[in-house]
């Protein structure tokens, strides 16, 4: 009886979670602002030759009409980025600045922090709008993101997608991608954001020194993202809020290998038991523990005599509220298609998240 009561809980919290997710994003509202603050762009890459060109080229074609400047972090490169930044600003040096970090600086938890305070330190403007190398702006992407800083708005987040194409890896990736998306215009919208992404990301400068910047972030492998807007919000008269705009759409690129996935997975869970939130911690713990459930249940059906609906009627109502929650963000962002890769990303979901947990819990994962 114990067992059923616990399982039954577990279930109820999955279910209470993402259908809560589902108003969220339901609730998110389009909103184009008109604001023209004085923005700076830092870009920290590291090995970007593969993508660099086109973002470089789809930050050149911004159309923005206040002041602006990008600023690009090339973090101890190894391959040809560094030359196709200093070509490329050579030749854009009115809006573009290139900085290189010392090859030699010593090894870090979190390379990537380091560089975003490099570029953070050299800004000019009152707000930091944050985006990753392998990313592609619409070219009103500056426009849109900016012109959301309007009253006391000091945190805009935007929304990404994955490219790629129809494989099972990137199936999964482009699905798992709008959940995220998803989740995140869900936090901002109900007045708690939980998750955040640095792809597509920013807030006010001043904002960012006067909690101390990364600060105690900086010896975790990430949390340059969703921990610092936890920190952020804290402070007394703080607004934020979510940019739906497809004008604030960021395309991003996936991993092609399920290996590569893994390891970012395994990366992103890495800070898991590190928020401030216990109760959040404690959320996060009780839904992983329903994944390795839904794992384990189906051999212990097999091979301890265990009764069926210990395994069906939860991966049921998983598979029902992801439906829910997944059509809502699909209508919501335009992406009934993706809709396709339901299937493909239920399979891989919970192996994936049960293994990559543990992986980065333990530091057990390789990236750039």
Not at 142 to 166: C, D
């Amino acid at each position: 009886m114990l067992s059923v009561v616990v399982l039954t809980v577990l279930t109820a919290i999955y279910a209470v979670a993402i259908l809560t997710f589902a108003v969220g994003i339901i609730r998110t509202h389009r909103h184009k602002g008109s604001a023209t603050p004085y923005v700076s762009v830092v870009i920290p890459m590291r090995n970007e030759e593969e993508f660099l060109q086109r973002t470089l080229d789809a930050l050149a074609a911004q159309e923005y009409a206040g002041q602006y400047e990008i600023i690009c972090v090339d973090d101890r490169s190894t391959d040809s980025t560094g030359k196709i930044l200093d070509d490329f600003v050579a030749t854009h040096g009115d809006k573009f600045r290139a900085i290189h970090l010392d090859p030699n600086l010593p090894k870090v938890e979190s390379p990537k922090k380091r560089a975003l305070e490099a570029g953070f330190k050299e800004a000019r403007g009152e707000v930091l709008l944050i985006m990753d190398a392998d990313c592609v702006p619409t070219k009103r992407w500056l426009a849109s993101m900016a012109g959301r800083f309007e009253g006391n708005i000091a945190i805009v987040q935007g929304p990404k997608r994955n490219t790629g194409g129809w494989s099972p890896v990137h199936q999964y990736q482009r699905l798992e991608t709008l959940a995220y998306t998803s989740i995140e215009a869900a936090g901002f919208s109900l007045g708690h954001p939980m998750l955040a992404s640095a792809a597509c990301l920013a807030y006010k400068k001043d904002l960012f020194f006067k909690v101390g910047g990364f600060g105690d972030l900086v010896n975790l492998s990430s949390g340059d993202d969703d921990m610092l807007i936890h920190k952020m919000i804290k402070e007394p008269g703080v607004e934020f809020c979510y940019n739906l705009s497809a004008d604030a759409l960021i395309d991003t690129a996936p991993v092609d290998s399920l290996k590569a996935l893994f390891f970012q997975r395994a990366r992103w869970s890495s800070n898991g038991t590190k928020y401030d939130s216990h109760l959040y911690t404690l959320a996060l713990s009780l839904i992983y523990t329903f994944l390795v459930w839904l794992l384990v249940s189906p051999f212990l059906v097999a091979f301890a005599d265990f009764p069926i609906a210990w395994f069906a009627i939860p991966m049921g109502v998983k598979v029902l509220c992801d439906l829910i929650f997944l059509t809502c963000a699909a209508v919501k962002l335009h992406s009934k298609r993706l809709l396709l890769a339901l299937p493909v990303t239920e399979i891989m979901q919970v192996p994936m998240n049960v293994f990559a947990v543990p992986f980065g819990l333990l530091g057990l994962f390789k990236w750039k």
